[in-house]
T-cell receptor
Framework: AQKVTQAQTEISVVEKEDVTLDCVYETRDTTYYLFWYKQPPSGELVFLIRRNSFDEQNEISGRYSWNFQKSTSSFNFTITASQVVDSAVYFCALIGDSGGGADGLTFGKGTHLIIQP | DADVTQTPRNRITKTGKRIMLECSQTKGHDRMYWYRQDPGLGLQLIYYSFDVKDINKGEISDGYSVSRQAQAKFSLSLESAIPNQTALYFC?????????????FGPGTRLTVL
């Protein structure tokens, strides 16, 4: 069985601070894919990043960066110089390749990020 | 136009009523999914479909049924709605031949069962 744990239920920071959202996963698959989604107050799910299990390079996209470490089964997400518009619920998700990748994503419970002006 | 659409966007119904949520996609994807989101629980998979002839139960399929009427359409039915099915429901699609495993989500349907 697969599992994604986002231990931080809610994080509140002041604008311009850096913030890291933690994600720890469990899977028996050797090939798997990790995702981060953003859910703003409007409710839609916004895709942020996909990372496969063979690519441990960190990725940076503007103020967003992701640190993937297989040794600790973690895929953490950092927002640098946070802004009020970053306020949202963030989900980490996992899909393994054993089912051909077709059997749906396993989501963490989400981290509610609040950026105070 | 949105690639993945869901209708209705909001629905209030009463206990015991039958209700259908519909999902349509113009992405040409073969795989479609239904998830539900409850506050503090993330998204959970209800059903998924590899193609028109293939339907599979997810982790929380009890109380739900689905129909894949065409490659582009995947409907979720609640035969007899109950209050604990109040949730936000998402449809998603993915392409078995495309960017591996990326799922594209619809805007969601907010369902309230009184």
């Amino acid at each position: 069985a697969q599992k994604v744990t986002q231990a931080q239920t809610e994080i509140s920071v002041v604008e311009k601070e850096d913030v890291t959202l933690d994600c720890v996963y469990e899977t028996r698959d050797t090939t798997y894919y990790l995702f981060w989604y953003k859910q703003p107050p409007s409710g839609e799910l916004v895709f942020l990043i996909r990372r496969n299990s063979f690519d441990e390079q960190n990725e940076i996209s503007g103020r967003y960066s992701w640190n993937f470490q297989k040794s600790t089964s973690s895929f953490n997400f950092t927002i640098t110089a946070s802004q009020v518009v970053d306020s949202a619920v963030y989900f980490c998700a996992l899909i393994g390749d054993s089912g051909g990748g077709a059997d749906g994503l396993t989501f963490g419970k989400g981290t509610h990020l609040i950026i105070q002006p | 136009d949105a690639d993945v659409t869901q209708t209705p966007r909001n629905r209030i119904t009463k206990t015991g009523k039958r209700i259908m949520l519909e999902c349509s996609q113009t992405k040409g994807h073969d795989r479609m999914y239904w998830y539900r989101q409850d506050p503090g629980l993330g998204l959970q998979l209800i059903y998924y479909s590899f193609d028109v002839k293939d339907i599979n139960k997810g982790e929380i399929s009890d109380g739900y049924s689905v129909s894949r009427q065409a490659q582009a359409k995947f409907s979720l039915s609640l035969e007899s709605a109950i209050p604990n099915q109040t949730a936000l429901y998402f449809c998603a699609t993915s392409d078995s031949s495309g960017s591996h495993n990326e799922q594209f989500f619809g805007p969601g349907t907010r369902l309230t069962v009184l």
